[in-house]
């Protein structure tokens, strides 16, 4: 982190958003990355209409990722829970290195992404037809 914490404002009006990790997902990082010296970042992920997802198992090197929904739908995989689709107000918390894919996202998807650290390693994964689904607790 950096020696001296400081206050980070990242203002919606001529935001920038450029292309990430994924090239149907617009990106826009909120300063976080930069404020904490990498240890942390913060983005806003937009879907590019008319791009579908590319769905691929994969893992990310990292210790935290938090994901929450701000507008439209997503639906991911995953290794140990099978599939599940996140709207408004829905969140996930990805374990590290938890094998996943995204199956499908609505035109208008919006989220905001959590990681720790702001840069990290993302591998393809050879994955089986579908992800095992766990018993449901009784």
Do not use: C
């Amino acid at each position: 982190m950096p020696d001296t914490p400081r206050t980070t404002v990242s203002l919606r009006e001529g935001a920038v958003w450029d292309q990430g990790l994924r090239g149907f997902f617009a990106y826009r990082d909120l300063g976080v990355r930069g404020a904490t010296g990498g240890a942390f970042g913060a983005h806003l992920i937009r879907a590019v209409p008319g791009e579908g997802a590319k769905p691929a198992w994969h893992t990310h090197a990292l210790g935290f990722q938090f994901v929450l929904v701000l507008k439209g739908e997503v639906t991911f995989e995953y290794e140990d829970i099978g599939t599940v689709t996140l709207r408004p107000g829905d969140s996930v918390l990805q374990p590290p290195m938890v094998r996943h894919r995204e199956v499908s996202h609505s035109d208008d998807l919006e989220l905001l992404e959590l990681t720790q650290p702001a840069e990290f390693t993302t591998a393809p994964s050879t994955a089986s037809e579908t992800a095992p689904v766990p018993e449901p607790p009784v």
